[in-house]
C-alpha cells in the first residue's frame, strides 16, 4: 500500500497500489475500540480540497482509493465527491470503509449505487445487539448498521463485514461469521481484524486488549465456519506462528486497512512510519517477508514472546 497522503497542493500524482484517504475527523459511532480520536475536535479538508486533491490523481490507471474517515458518509458532500471521482476518474477503484449507518436510508443507498464503490467494509463489532452497541457507544447502532446491509446488498453493493477481535468479543469470532453467512447470504467474503492499541483504543486497552494466543484458536474456528459456507474470509496481522499451518493462507496484510492517519500531521513529520509488520525477534524464521507480523502498538503491549519463529 502506498501511504499517500490527501494532499491538494501540488501537481499530478502518479501512484500505483493502494491509498488511503480520510475524507473527515467526525463520526456517528464513538467506538472504543476506534484507531483514531473522533472526540479530538479537527477541521475536515473542505470539498474544493477534497476536489483538488482528487485532481491530482485522476490520470492514475492502476490505484485504489480506500475512502474513509471518521466516517465518510456523514459529510454533507459525500455524495459529491463520491460522484466526481466516479465521472472523472471511473478507472479509479474506489473501496469504502463505512460504519453503515447512513446506509439504513434507502434514498442514500440508491444515491451511492449511482456511483457505487468496488466494495463497502463494514465493521460490525458482534452478532450481539447490545455488544455492538457498547463498543460503539450509541444506542440502536447496531440495528441500523445491519438494516444499511441489508439495503446495500438490496442495490447490489458489495458488502463485506468485519470484526475487529477484541477481548469482548474473541470467543464470539466463530459466531459471528455464521451470523454473517446466515444473515447476507449475498456476502461473499468476511474481514477478521486484529487490533491495533492507538487512539481510543489504546486509551481502552485494559478493556479490549487480548493477546494473539487466546483469540488464535476461535479465529481459527471462524475460519472453519466461512469455509462450511463457502465465505471468502481474510483474517489480517496475525503472525503466522501463531496458527496451524493450514489456516496461513488466510492471513494477509493491508487486505482492509485498519490504519488511520491524519495525512496533514504526517506531512508536517515529513515522513511515514511503519507501524506493524515483522520484527527482530522472528530472526532467520522462514516466514519473514511473507507474514504480516502484527502491530507494533501490540508488540510495545505484550512484548515478543509469543512468536516462535519457523525454521523447517
Ligand atoms: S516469527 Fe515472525 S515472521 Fe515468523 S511467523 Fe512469527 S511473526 Fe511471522
Redesign the pocket.
Known sequence: MINEICDCSSGPLELNGSIYCGLGFGCNNDCILCVANISEKRENMSTSQMVAYFDRLIDNKNLTIQISGGEPTIRGDFLYLMEYLSVNAPQITKVLLSNGRRFSNTDFTAKVAAYPPVCVLVPLHSYRPALHDMITRRQGSFNETVLGIRNMLEYKIIVIPKIIVNKLNYQLVPDFVEFVAQTFPECKAVGVDTMDLLGSAGANKETLKIKHTESAPYIQKAIDVAQKYGLHISVIYM???LVEEKYRKFISADQFIVMYKDPRDEREKGSLTKERG?VEA?GK?K??GE?P?TWYSYFREFGYDE????YD
Open positions: 503472525p503466522f506462528c515483522t522472528c524464521c516466514y519473514v507474514c507480523g512468536l516462535k519463529p519457523i
